[in-house]
């Protein structure tokens, strides 16, 4: 899917983003945490992969850059990942999950709230 994209700043950082949350989150989430159902890591990565297929059309190509790409890839594996959490009598995994994207990957996400309350709008930062 990366090799494929046509834009240089997309070929470039990608590849990096994948090896920097993917191992990561899989791990993060492995114990200790409740999904709606069961959800596959190939699924969780091709979820990604569409929700970045539409963000980053947002940003024209010229003015596509490293933190655009970034912030747009860790909110599509923030919700590939912690979309499936629930929040039921036993605890709220979502809160939990919420804790844990921020201790690993949030020093760009707002203290306040969980990461779900927030997107990236990459014309105002």
């Given amino acids: 899917w990366v090799q494929k994209r ?11 983003l994948f090896d920097r949350y993917i191992d990561v989150l899989a791990e993060m989430t492995r114990n200790g945490y409740k999904e709606v159902t069961n959800i596959r890591l190939i699924n969780k990565v091709s979820t990604i992969m ?18 655009n790409i970034e912030m747009f890839f860790a909110f599509s594996a923030m919700w590939a990942f912690g ?18 994207f921020r201790s690993a990957f949030g020093a760009k996400l707002p203290k306040d709230g969980e ?4 997107a990236y709008e990459p014309f105002t930062g």
């Fill in 6 to 16: 046509k834009n240089a700043a997309e070929l470039n950082y990608l590849p990096g």
């Fill in 115 to 118: 990461c779900f309350d927030y």
């Fill in 83 to 100: 979309g499936p959490m629930i929040t039921d009598k036993s605890g709220d995994c979502r809160k939990k999950f919420s804790e844990d």
């Fill in 50 to 67: 569409y929700l970045l297929e539409g963000l980053l059309k947002v940003v024209p190509e010229e003015q596509l850059a490293q933190e």
